[in-house]
């Protein structure tokens, strides 16, 4: 576990108070939700945006930010991460995992219900609420579908509602009983939030891999795809049959998408994510017997990258999130098939959007931009639309073209667990600023 | 230095972890240093001074008796030090880590590890961890280079030139480690290879690695001139993708009733240890055509020889 980097306590917040008045000067603002590119500057007053129009005049006491050759974007969203916090404090806090957050450029985030003890309840949620208050990030927990993510018994969905839940899911479980399934999506309907779907039948033999030619040069256990596609299949037909809104999490291989593409086709209530690692690395990685590959879902074939590679083009793939899951170095750093499953995502989800997508021409910036802000606002039941007058200032400034070489010892997490490093990324957050904070990088 | 080994030889490869990869070179040297040993053995003096003050320790993380004493019997005839450490990998995974482990025994001052572990690649591990030369004797169902090179010698002592002669496997494709390091070996000396057995112990698009696959063992008798009889791991299968051991035996157990239709000179190997009445019968595993003890003399000596030559690198491993 790192404590410390350069003499920061990665578990101090890394924020400051944004100044009274704060005009972002000279950049290009872009969009996402109205579509639209253009020259602007920003004025923030108060953390809230008073105005954003050309050549806006520095009045006296106004702090300046250059933002020349720079995009300003609404705040990054990741949909789906996991802080830690309670009980594998080691891996990952709070503070640390929205430090790395907003270093990585968002601003919000929903964090999964797998923690020590299970968000299963209403105290539990209100005590982490109560712990992510006064921070830059805003974090969303969302609780857990049944009781310790059993997949047996409904936890107390309707208060877990009416006390801020944006979702349900038992992430890092998939829901084995079809008839929970079924129920929780019935009930859920109440309160028209979405259930998000870990899509795995745990019936297959227990894998460290994909199942591919690679496991069988590798001698690795394995998980083939269908352990996914089957129960996005069984989920696409209950979700039909109830009326149901599911949004499945880390979509992996080429036959889910194929399911997901028909059932979008319908009109059915689906939503889905890919994580970075799977629309950039593949299983070949898995040869270097670097645990640093080892996720779950696994890491594919090509034919499956490229599949999701046409998905998040044609809008199939709504949104991109981390699924940032922090290990601690003693856990990560033994035999690959000890290894817990889990790669850090929160700080290069940008980079790599921008390294792996936009760069190759496989999306252009301004839809890259939509499944990291608009798209996971809107499965939320959040705001999209940011960049207003009168809106709390939610927003990312970066640099698209800036180079920068992936240090696991430099990222503010306090686990070294990702899958980029020493890779050379494009694409540089500067600026993140959200609830009356700022974070420079 | 026994002037019975003439001059040492190097290899390219500093360790030994698997044969994917290796070139012929390297194989061919080790083959000819091995038979080299194996006259030595035929002598009364079977010991040599090769690896004197030299310290092997035997690490292994998983059952084997064979090939745990192969290598003892191999060390001590070289007069290497022996050290041997025997745990279960699941110890591992509750206390002390691997590199941990490895590291405190390394800090005694030792020279060359050979390990056994359960995990593909933990050998990967020890090499970038450890300055000692690190021998692979089984990683999962990855690679077991040094079965594949006895297997290679013991069908080399009968078949000089293996190009274009058809070697089955037959058995557990899917968790053997014995078959990958086989075909790897066979496929950089032009055998054809051919593997058989039922349809769920081959693993995925095992076609890519240039192999056929064969699920009628009568048809693979009839074209081979080599047999390779995997052990069957009686407590692993019975269930979702395996009916029965009685099923197994009357399709794909070895009988001298199915070998009449083979060719004359075919050549039966078996990796040790048997199931007599599973996958091979007993008037097969003590016929004509076994050279299943073969095998195991063939063990020791070549494992001399991986140990032997290997030893040119102590110091320098990195």
Redesign the interface.
């Known amino acids: 576990m790192k404590k410390m980097i350069n003499n920061i306590n990665l578990s101090e917040p890394l924020f400051k108070p944004v100044a009274k008045k704060l005009l972002i000067k000279n950049g290009t603002v872009i969009d996402a939700y109205a579509e639209k590119e253009f020259e602007s500057d920003i004025l923030i007053i108060n953390g809230v945006i008073e105005k954003i129009a050309q050549s806006i005049k520095a009045e006296k006491g106004c702090e300046v930010i250059d933002a020349k050759g720079m995009y300003i974007s609404a705040g990054f969203f990741d949909m789906h991460v996991h802080l830690r916090e309670p009980g594998y404090e080691q891996a990952e806090n709070i503070v640390s995992g929205t430090n790395a957050a907003m270093s990585g450029g968002i601003t919000g985030l929903a964090a999964m219900a797998n923690t020590t003890p299970c968000v299963d309840n209403k105290f539990i949620l209100k005590d982490i609420q109560s712990r992510s208050k006064e921070l830059l990030v805003t974090v969303h927990q969302i609780p857990a579908v049944t009781i310790k993510r059993e997949g047996k018994v409904l936890a107390e969905m309707t208060e877990l509602a009416e006390n801020g839940a944006l979702a349900f899911s038992d992430d890092g479980n998939g829901i084995q009983s079809s008839e929970t399934m079924k129920g929780a999506l019935e009930y859920a309907k109440m309160f028209g939030t979405p259930i998000l779907v870990h899509p795995e039948d745990h019936s297959f033999t227990e894998g460290v891999m994909n199942?591919?030619?690679t496991?069988?040069?590798?001698?690795?256990s394995?998980i083939p795809a269908i352990a996914e596609s089957i129960n996005i299949a069984r989920d696409i037909e209950i979700a039909r049959y109830v009326d149901g809104k599911v949004h499945f999490q880390h979509v992996s291989a080429k036959e889910s998408v194929e399911l997901i593409r028909k059932a979008k086709k319908e009109k059915l209530k689906i939503t889905c994510e890919v994580t970075p690692h799977h629309f950039s690395l593949t299983d070949d990685k898995v040869r270097?017997?670097s645990t640093d590959y080892k996720m779950n879902p696994p890491l594919r074939t090509q034919e499956d990258v490229d599949a999701i590679h046409k998905a998040l083009k044609d809008g199939i793939i709504d949104v991109i999130a981390t699924d940032h899951a922090p290990h601690p170095s003693?856990k990560k750093?033994?035999?690959?098939?000890?290894a817990p499953f889990g790669v850090l995502g929160l700080e290069t989800m940008f980079s790599a959007g921008i390294t792996y997508l936009v760069k190759p021409k496989k999306l252009s910036l301004m839809e890259f931009l939509k499944k990291i802000t608009v798209n996971p606002r809107k499965i939320l039941n959040l705001e999209p639309d940011l960049l207003k007058k009168g809106r709390t200032a939610e927003i990312t400034i970066f640099d698209q073209n800036k180079k920068w070489k992936v240090d696991r010892r430099k990222l503010k997490s306090l686990s070294l667990n990702t899958c980029f490093h020493d890779d050379t990324h494009y694409g540089k957050v500067l600026y993140t600023i959200n609830n009356g904070k700022i974070f420079k990088a | 230095m026994d002037d019975r080994l003439g001059d040492k030889q190097l290899l390219k490869i500093k360790h030994l972890l698997g044969i994917?990869g290796m070139c012929k070179e390297d194989l061919d040297l080790i083959l000819k240093t091995s038979v080299s040993f194996k006259q030595i053995l035929d002598t009364p003096n079977k010991k040599v001074a090769a690896l004197k003050g030299i310290t092997v320790v035997n690490m292994f993380f998983e059952n084997s008796t064979r090939t745990k004493i192969s290598f003892e019997m191999a060390e001590k005839r070289l007069s290497a030090d022996v050290l041997n450490f025997a745990a279960s990998?699941s110890s591992?995974?509750k206390g002390e880590?691997?590199?941990d482990t490895a590291k405190n025994i390394e800090a005694m001052k030792i020279d060359m590890v050979v390990m056994r572990?359960?995990?593909?690649?933990?050998h990967?591990?020890l090499m970038d961890n450890l300055d000692s030369i690190i021998i692979n004797a089984g990683?999962?169902?990855?690679?077991h280079p040094t079965q594949a090179i006895l297997d290679l010698m013991t069908i080399v002592e009968h078949i000089p030139d293996l190009k274009g002669k058809r070697v089955t496997l037959v058995g557990d494709i899917?968790h053997s480690?014995v078959a990958?390091s086989n075909i790897h070996a066979l496929k950089i000396f032009g055998a054809k290879v051919q593997v058989c057995g039922p349809s769920t112990l081959m693993?995925?698009?095992?076609e890519?690695?240039g192999v056929e696959v064969i699920y009628d063992l009568n048809e693979a008798i009839e074209n081979s001139d080599v047999m390779n009889i995997l052990r069957i791991q009686l407590e692993r299968h019975v269930g979702a993708s395996f009916p029965s051991l009685r099923e197994y035996h009357n399709y794909w157990g070895i009988t001298n009733e199915k070998l009449a239709r083979a060719k004359n000179d075919i050549l039966i190997l078996h990796p040790g240890p048997m199931n007599r009445g599973v996958e091979i019968d007993d008037d097969v595993a003590d016929g004509d055509h076994q050279v299943i003890l073969d095998q195991v003399l063939n063990g020791v000596a070549s494992r001399m020889a991986v140990l032997y030559l290997l030893s040119a690198n102590i110091g320098g491993a990195k």
């Open positions: 199942e591919s030619f496991s069988t040069e590798l001698g690795m394995y270097t017997f003693e750093n033994v035999e690959f098939d000890f | 994917k990998s591992l995974k880590t691997l590199i572990h359960s995990t593909p690649g933990a990967k591990m990683d999962g169902a990855h690679e899917v480690r990958m693993p995925r698009d095992i890519k690695m």
